[in-house]
């Protein structure tokens, strides 16, 4: 069964600290990692995606980066309009063009 | 260009009642999602829809049905409901049948229901 897990739950840093949010998965072939972005009362707003090991993209403060087993989601000099709901969902390769798993996601909240 | 539209925003239904909930994708958008979010949860798949046509169902029960109209919206339809049906259900939609694992899902603001 694909499943994902993220960590930490909850982070909280002061604005201009710099940290990295963690994603864990099992799946059956990935043919694709997400990450999404969740502001209260919103739905998810889609960020990146990575295909293969190695692979990195970037996206202003955020900067996404792939393994074998996990992703990476750094945020560097976070402000606090980056607080938010960070979500990390798998696609397998037999469900293509369909459902994605989610991980539960973590909370970053910066404080000014 | 409006984006993916969802009603009702709220809902509070009583257990054993049925309730519909809609959307409408984002223009050029012919693929529709569901996804049930718990509370401090991260979405779970329900189905999704295309050509007016149920593709892949999730793990949920037949009280969870579906439909899509030829002008791609869709509706998402729950019987008997349970206490443990309140969550946010958020629609998702996409460019075509594949889409989505490239450029991703475009999200509502869901609909949130909570049932007494």
């Known amino acids: 069964e694909d499943q994902v897990t993220q960590s930490p739950e909850a982070l909280r840093l002061q604005e201009g600290e710099s940290s990295s949010l963690n994603c864990s998965y099992t799946v059956s072939g990935l043919r694709g990692l997400f990450w999404y972005r969740q502001d209260p009362g919103k739905g998810p707003e889609f960020l990146f995606t990575?295909?293969?090991a190695g692979e990195e993209k970037e996206k202003e403060r955020l900067k996404a980066t792939l393994t074998k087993k996990e992703s990476f989601l750094h945020i560097t000099a976070p402000k606090p309009e980056d607080s938010a709901t960070y979500l990390c969902?798998?696609?397998?390769?037999?469900?293509?063009?369909?459902?994605?798993?989610f991980g539960p996601g973590t909370r970053l909240s910066v404080l000014p | 260009d409006a984006g993916v539209t969802q009603s009702p925003t709220h809902l509070i239904k009583t257990r054993g009642q049925q309730v519909t909930l809609r959307c409408s994708p984002k223009?050029?958008?012919?693929?529709v999602s569901w996804y049930q979010q718990a509370l401090g949860q991260g979405p779970q798949f329900i189905f999704q829809?295309?050509?007016?046509?149920?593709?892949q169902r999730g793990n949920f029960p037949d009280r969870f049905s579906g439909h899509q109209f030829p002008n791609y919206s869709s509706e998402l339809n729950v019987n008997a409901l349970l206490l443990g049906d309140s969550a946010l259900y958020l629609c998702?939609?996409?460019?075509?049948?594949?889409?989505?694992?490239?450029?991703?899902?475009?999200f509502g603001s869901g609909t949130r229901l909570t049932v007494v």
């Open positions: 998702a939609s996409s460019r075509t049948l594949g889409s989505a694992g490239y450029y991703g899902y475009t």
């Open positions: 990575l295909y293969s």
């Open positions: 829809y295309y050509e007016e046509e149920e593709r």
């Open positions: 969902a798998v696609q397998a390769a037999e469900n293509y063009g369909q459902n994605f798993v």
């Open positions: 223009s050029g958008h012919d693929t």
